[in-house]
Structure formats: C-alpha cells, structure tokens
C-alpha cells in the first residue's frame, strides 16, 4: 500500500502547474438541517449545504515560464483604477485550482474547481524565500474529482 507526502502534492493554477509549491490544503464541511418535530424524544437532522475551502503556500519564484506566485497575486491584489478614487479597483477574478496527489499515474488524484481567492499573504525574512499564503473558497461543487 502506497502512501504520499508533502512531495507528492502539486497545484494547477488556471491548467498550469505551479512551480514552486510548499503545500497545500483542502476542506469540506457539510451543514445540517434540524428535521426534529415536536413529538420526537431525539433530535434529527438531514443534509444541508456544503463549503469546500482550502489554501495553499507558494514559494515567490520566477522561471522562464512565469511567476506563480505573482500570478495567483494577481487574482486578487489589483491597483486603483483611478488615481482620485482609491475606493475603486477592479474585482478579483475567479481561479481554476487543480489540488493533485501525484500518485504515478497519468492523471494522479485531484480535486478541481473554481476559486475565490478570500485572502493572501506575502511574507519575507532574511535567510528566508518569499512566500505567499493563499486561503481560498470553491464557488459551488467541484468540477471534477478523482480521488
């Protein structure tokens, strides 16, 4: 029986992988519904919505193919789009994110789908590499899921 580790894990961005990864992490929560009336002794309860949410650790590092971390930044850090309005800028955009466990097959394990990125944060210390902290929620189910 296999197991994996933090080097087995990869992250798409948008359908392409990112460079530098340091980890990720996903969750679901599943709300309930009370379905308890008054003459029962318990309480019961069904199904409600689920959330699906996670964030992920990208290393600042630039290659010939691009910057990832820049370019999961970008998603949601965007500058004044007047110089005499500063309370108006452009809306976050919306991020495909691919969670994959590379397990030595072609597709490997994943869960995908859409993203609003809900925060990021840059962090720099000497003898240390910049990071960025991404938290992100799903928007709805995921698209796709093999896992």
């Known amino acids: ?5 933090g080097t087995d894990g990869r992250l798409l961005i948008d359908g392409e992988e990112a460079a530098r990864v340091r980890g990720w992490s996903y969750a679901v929560s ?3 519904l009370d379905t308890t ?3 029962d002794t318990d309480r019961t309860v069904t199904e409600g919505v689920r959330s699906h949410s996670g964030s992920c650790q990208l290393w600042y590092y630039a290659d010939a193919s691009g910057n990832d971390a820049s370019r999961m930044l970008q998603k949601i850090v965007k500058a004044a789009t ?3 309005d500063l309370g108006k800028a452009a809306e976050a955009e919306r991020v495909q994110l691919r969670l994959k466990i ?3 097959t072609t597709d490997g394990k994943y869960i995908q789908g859409e993203a609003l990125i809900t925060s ?3 962090s720099m ?4 590499v910049l990071s960025v902290e ?3 929620e799903f928007n709805g189910a995921p698209l796709l899921v093999n896992i």
């Open 82 to 84: 007047s110089g005499s």
């Open 1 to 5: 029986m296999a197991f994996y580790s």
């Open 125 to 128: 210390a000497v003898g240390e």
């Open 102 to 104: 590379h397990d030595q």
């Open 30 to 32: 599943q709300s309930t």
């Open 120 to 122: 990021a944060a840059m």
């Open 134 to 136: 991404v938290a992100f």
């Open 37 to 39: 009336s008054l003459a």
